[in-house]
Structure formats: C-alpha cells, structure tokens
Nanobody, 121 residues
Framework: QVELVESGGGLVQPGGSLRLSCAAS????????MGWYRQASGKERELVAT???????NYADSVKGRFTISRDNVENTVYLQMNSLKPEDTAVYYC???????????????WGQGTLVTVSS
C-alpha cells in the first residue's frame, strides 16, 4: 500500500518561514510527479506548486518568488519551502503524488492527510 505522511505545518507570524515535507512510502512505488495543494476555510482546493521527474517546476502566481518546491528522488520525498508568509497563505496544505506500482504496472495518485499552516500575529 502507498501512503503519504506530511509534516511541517504550524503557527508562524507574517514574514516568517516554514518548510513542509511529504514522504511517500511503498515498497515498489515509483514516483513521477509531486505537488502541493492548499485549501483555505470556505474556499476550493487550489494548486500551489508541482515538480516533475526531470525537476521542472510550476507555481501558482500567488506564491511565485516566495515558495520553493523540491524533491529527493531517493527518499521519495517532496518539500515546500515557504518564505515571506502572509495571512492569506493560511490553509490546510495537501501533498499530491503520482506514480506507478511497478510490480502491477498500476498507475496511482495519492493525497496526504493535510497539514495546517496558520499565518497570524
């Protein structure tokens, strides 16, 4: 079974920083694309950032220049470095991973449990 475990959320003041991590576990799971989404109270879930196998990145306009997504392909882990945080960044952040179970040639998409980021003074 493939599982995602997220960590790194918490309470931070405006202008502060947090680093989120998401580790994908699975004995025969080969990760392709990885990304982060967020959902604020009363709003739809939205894309924050994605990173492909070749390292190409895509960011939402609202986080460009402030957030950086990266990955460790050996450990199947994706990170989101969040700098210059604003109150409007407050949301539950979800990790998304797409890959293949190689023993079954099965394509999978999984979501993390979510980690709460609160930006407030």
């Amino acid at each position: 079974q493939v599982e995602l475990v997220e960590s790194g959320g918490g309470l931070v003041q405006p202008g502060g920083s947090l680093r989120l991590s998401c580790a994908a576990s699975g004995s025969t799971f080969r990760v392709n694309s990885m990304g982060w989404y967020r959902q604020a109270s009363g709003k739809e879930r939205e894309l924050v950032a994605t990173i492909a196998t070749d390292g190409s990145r895509n960011y939402a306009d609202s986080v460009k220049g402030r957030f950086t997504i990266s990955r460790d392909n050996v450990e199947n882990t994706v990170y989101l470095q969040m700098n210059s945080l604003k109150p409007e960044d407050t949301a539950v952040y979800y990790c998304n991973v797409r890959g293949v179970l190689v023993v079954a040639a099965l394509y999978l998409e999984r979501w993390g449990q979510g980690t709460l980021v609160t930006v407030s003074s």
